[in-house]
C-alpha cells in the first residue's frame, strides 16, 4: 500500500525529460574519509577524483548513515535510516514494502539502471529484493561486493565478466546510457563499486604505483586507484556524449575507513563503528549547470540526503506521511545554506550481519543456469518483506545510537537492558572525540538525550512496520 499511495501521487506530477537533469550516484565500498589524494594522503593516487573534488561540490563533513554496507545503502535508496526496514548489518535485505528512489524517479520520467554491488537482497529472479523488484530497468548487479573477472547477475541471469571490477561497472552503465540517451527520458544510473573491499586484487596497472609501500597495503591503495580510473573514464564519457551540463553526478562511501589500511584523518574509529572515522567518508557532487563554479562545504550531511535531495531536484514529492531521515540539500547545492537544519540520528544496532558470499553464490547460480535450471533467493532474501512476529520495545535501544546537533555529538552507548552510557563531543574543537563534555555541558545534555531518544522510538515504530499499515 505504501508504494502504490507513492506512485500514485507522482504519476500525476508533469515529467517533462527537458526540465530534469540525468543522475549517475557512484558509490564506494569500504573508502575512509582520508582515502582521496585530495585529503592530503601521502602516497594515493586518484587524479580522477581530484578533478571532480576541484571541479564541484566536495563534501568535507559527509557521514555514511551507517558504519557498515548494507545499511547506508538502503539509507541512499530510501532516504531512511535502516534500522527503520531491518536493514542492521551487512547481507540484510531491504523490504520490498519501502519505496525506493529508482521507484520514485521512474514515476517522474527516469530510466534506471543498476550496476555493480547491490547488497541489499538477492540478485536472483525470483528474488522479491533484486533491483529489478526496487525499480531498475536495467541491472548488472553482485549480491555482495565483487571482484575482477567476475560473475555477475544480468536481471537474473548469471553472466561471466572479464576485467578489472570498476572498470566493468563503468563500461556496462555507459553501454546503457548510450542506448538509454536514444529515448526521450532522463537517465538514472546507480554505479557502485566493489572496491577497495577485501580481499584486495589491484590488477597490474595499478598496483605499480605502490611497489615501495608494505606488502599488506599495495592491492588496498592500487584498488582505489583502479576505482579512480574508472569514475575518470564514467566523467569524461559525460562529456563525449555531451550530457555533462546537465547530468548529477555524486561519488561518495558507504562507511569509514579500513583499520590498518584506511586513513581516517584526524577522525577517532574505523569501519564498524558510530565513531566519527566509522561514518565520515568522502563526497563529491558535479553538476556544472546548477554547480558552475568549485565549493568546499563542512555543513554536515549523509547519505540519507540523497533521496530527498533527489527528489526536490525533479520536483517529486517524497512518501506522504513516511518519516525521512534525510534533508534535501538543494539550498546548499545553490550556496544558501551553511548549517544543517536539522540534526542526524545514527544507530549501530547491536545484532550481526549476514553471510553473502557473492563469489560463491553466483558461480553456483551460473552452473545452475548453465544446466537447464535457477536457484532459489536465499532465506533472508525470500522473507524479506516479513515483519518482526514479536514487536521491538519502543523504551530500550540497546547498541550504539549518536545524536549530531550541530557542532555536538552525543553518543547513547547500551549492553542488553542495562541502563545507557552517554558521552557528548564539540566535533569542532574535538574532531578526535577525546574529550567527553558530557558532565560540562548539562544545558545541552538533556535535550539532546530527549531528541535522540525520541527519534530511536520513531525508528522503532518504522521497524515494527507501523508506518506500512498506516498505508
Known sequence: MLRLLFLLVCHALPTSAADKPHIILVMADDQGWGDMAYQGHPVLKTPNFDKAAAAGLRFDRFYAAAPVCSPTRASVMTGRHPNRMGVFKWGHPIRPQETTIAEALKQAGYVTGHFGKWHLGSVRNSSPVNPGKNGFDEWLSAPNFYDNDPVLSHKGTAVKKEGESSIIAVDAALDWIRESLKQDQ??????????????????????????????????????????????????DALDELGIRDNTVLWYTSDNGGLPGLGDMGPFRGNKGQVLEGGLLVPAILEWPARIPKPRQTSVRCNTSDLFPTLLDIVGSNPPAGVPLDGTSLVPLIDGKLDRRPAPMGFWDYPTGGISTPSENWMRELLKAQQAGGDLEPNAASAKAAELPKTPYPTDSFPGHSAWTDGDLKLHRIQKGNKAPRWELYDLVADPSEKNDLVNTKPDKLEPMKKALETWLASVVKSLNGEDYGKR
Open 186 to 235: 532522463p537517465i538514472f544510473a546507480v554505479v557502485w563499486f566493489g572496491s577497495p573491499h577485501h580481499p584486495h586484487r589491484a590488477v597490474e596497472e595499478d598496483l605499480a604505483h605502490y611497489r615501495d609501500q608494505p606488502a599488506k597495503k599495495q592491492h588496498f591503495l592500487g584498488e582505489i586507484t583502479g576505482m579512480d580510473r574508472a569514475f575518470g573514464k564514467l566523467r
